[in-house]
């Protein structure tokens, strides 16, 4: 009888939670806006994938032919764009300050005569480096141009001595540098960034609209789950409910949407596969947060500290090394920190799930401790009823002396 009228709860929790859905516009904007709105909207704003074209002033005292040349090699590179010439120094780091601009570079006056000399030459380049992505671009990009202007230079005056031209060009430049990006090929940083935002995206879906629905509930007049009957078997059904909306944002994003921007990687059936275990790893880490919540607005309290500081601390975005030890030690208990691993292994180096072998099975450790933990949380409250009543029982031991309160 226990177990079917378990059974009985849950049903019935599950038609009494579509209902629900469908009465409260709240609750079903949040099932909806969340996989569907937010992760279009990174879509679009990362569609480039990688920034061209920094924009970057010219402060040139030179005035050379060769300065000028500089010039407009540093124009043509894909990652900067001269967009106009300053006439002072102080002119442009005012420009900066402004943020008309990414780059600051200036050509000394004695530039041509000190190459010409065989002297070494200063190429200055000014930047704010507020944004580091930027920065990672475009400063590499004027290095580049420096260095193979320096390297034409030496050439030239080798070649003048009589040197043959592939004597002078080694003697010139002895080392060619020359990298290949093995793993992420574009190099692009929205691809990069997007795919792990929108795995944050499945875990504000899971979380936030099972705790969002729970706030509503109580705000109705409708006690806590933890305070009924078979509180797990109704939170279960609140559950099962909304699964078909979480089901749905995990194709949108793993079948559709990912692929569509070419951001899902070798395979795309193994990243909504790996997205798909994620959201079932999410499912009783929902429901213990749920039990707790009192509100919807202590919801969005709660997203807050869930979402971005572990997503920042999963070493996503910053290599785990270089994180402390404790922080590391603590975020290896969300599954965001090896969904989000394995995530990055699949989109930029392989679509086979072998690869990400470790981190499934990590995955699978915190389903089972999770799933342990928000028994326990969402008992809590009976546990608590029938300890009382151990204690209350005919025959149990006095309260100690020192218990005893003092009227």
Not at 70 to 89: F, G, H, N, W
Not at 178 to 195: N, Q, V
Not at 244 to 261: D, E, Q, R, T, Y
Request: proline share 8%; aromatic share 8%; net charge positive.
């Amino acid at each position: 009888m226990t177990g079917r009228a378990w059974l009985d709860v849950l049903r019935a929790s599950a038609r009494e939670e579509r209902g629900r859905i469908l009465r409260e516009r709240s609750i079903l904007l949040v099932l909806l806006a969340i996989p569907l709105l937010y992760p279009v909207i990174v879509a679009y704003l990362y569609h480039a994938e990688d920034a061209r074209d920094r924009p970057a002033l010219l402060l040139d005292l030179d005035g050379s032919a060769l300065s000028r040349r500089l010039a407009l090699e540093l124009d043509a590179t894909p990652e900067l764009r001269i967009d106009r010439r300053v006439a002072s120094l102080d002119d442009g780091v005012a420009a900066l300050r402004r943020d008309e601009a990414e780059l600051l570079l200036v050509v000394p006056g004695d530039f041509s005569r000190r190459l010409k000399r065989g002297e070494q030459a200063q190429l200055a380049v000014w930047a704010g480096g507020a944004n580091m992505y930027t920065w990672a671009i475009a400063y590499p990009a004027a290095v580049t141009v420096a260095g193979a202007t320096g390297a034409r230079v030496r050439t030239a005056a080798f070649l003048a001595k009589g040197m043959p031209p592939e004597a002078a060009r080694a003697r010139a430049a002895p080392i060619a540098v020359g990298d290949r990006l093995l793993y992420h090929p574009t190099g692009s940083y929205g691809r990069y960034l997007a795919a792990g935002i929108f795995l944050v995206v499945l875990q504000q879906l899971v979380v936030v609209s099972l705790a969002f629905s729970a706030g509503a509930r109580l705000e109705a007049g409708l006690p806590p789950a933890g305070r009924e009957p078979f509180p797990l078997a109704r939170l279960l059904g609140m559950a099962a409910a909304h699964a078909p909306f979480w089901l749905a944002g995990v194709a949108f994003v793993g079948l559709v949407l990912m692929p569509a921007m070419g951001w899902a990687g070798p395979s795309v059936l193994a990243t909504a596969a790996l997205l798909l275990a994620f959201a079932v790893v999410m499912v009783p880490v929902a429901i213990g947060l749920a039990s707790l919540a009192r509100d919807r607005m202590g919801t969005f309290q709660l997203l807050m500290f869930f979402s971005v500081p572990l997503f920042l601390a999963s070493g996503f975005t910053w290599p785990p090394g270089q994180l402390p030890r404790a922080v590391e030690l603590a975020t290896a208990v969300f599954p965001a920190t090896p969904a989000l691993r394995a995530l990055r292994v699949l989109v930029m180096k392989t679509g086979d799930l072998a690869a990400v072998a470790p981190q499934l099975a990590w995955l699978g450790a915190l389903l089972v401790l999770h799933s342990a933990l928000a028994v326990l949380v969402v008992r809590r409250a009976p546990l608590a009823r029938r300890l009382a009543a151990l204690r209350r029982r005919p025959g149990a031991e006095p309260p100690s002396p020192a218990s005893r309160t003092t009227p």
